[in-house]
């Protein structure tokens, strides 16, 4: 059964960092590109950061230099580094294969950047 577990979202200032974290099936893992999503108050879900099963990583500008995707291997875990955090990063973020390939999708963690 495909699962995706997001965790380690919250509020923080703005300048702020927080570090998600994502537990994901053991199979899938291995095989597919991952990436982290996000969705925002009235927005449509869009991906921010992708990797890849040899550590190859992409990044949307709006996060690009301050933002940091990073897999283990081992525990079937895929992370996001998320520094120098603005209001507009406040969003419900959320772990997948790249592209999303089987229709399901975790609770997601919610992030909010406020003063």
């Known amino acids: 059964q495909v699962q995706f577990v997001e965790s380690g979202g919250g509020l923080v200032q703005p300048g702020g960092s927080l570090r998600l974290s994502c537990a994901a099936n053991?199979?899938?893992?291995?095989?597919?590109?991952m990436g982290w999503y996000r969705q925002g108050p009235g927005n449509q879900r869009e991906l921010v950061a992708s990797?890849?099963?040899?550590?190859?990583?992409n990044y949307a500008d709006s996060v690009k230099g301050r933002f940091t995707i990073s897999r283990d291997n081992v525990k079937n875990m895929v992370y996001l580094q998320m520094n120098s955090l603005k209001a507009e990063d406040t969003a419900v973020y959320y772990c997948?294969?790249?592209?999303?390939?089987?229709?399901?999708w975790g609770r997601g963690t919610q992030v909010t950047v406020s003063s």
């Open positions: 997948n294969t790249q592209p999303s390939r089987f229709g399901v």
């Open positions: 053991g199979n899938i893992f291995r095989i597919y590109t």
């Open positions: 990797i890849t099963n040899g550590a190859s990583t």
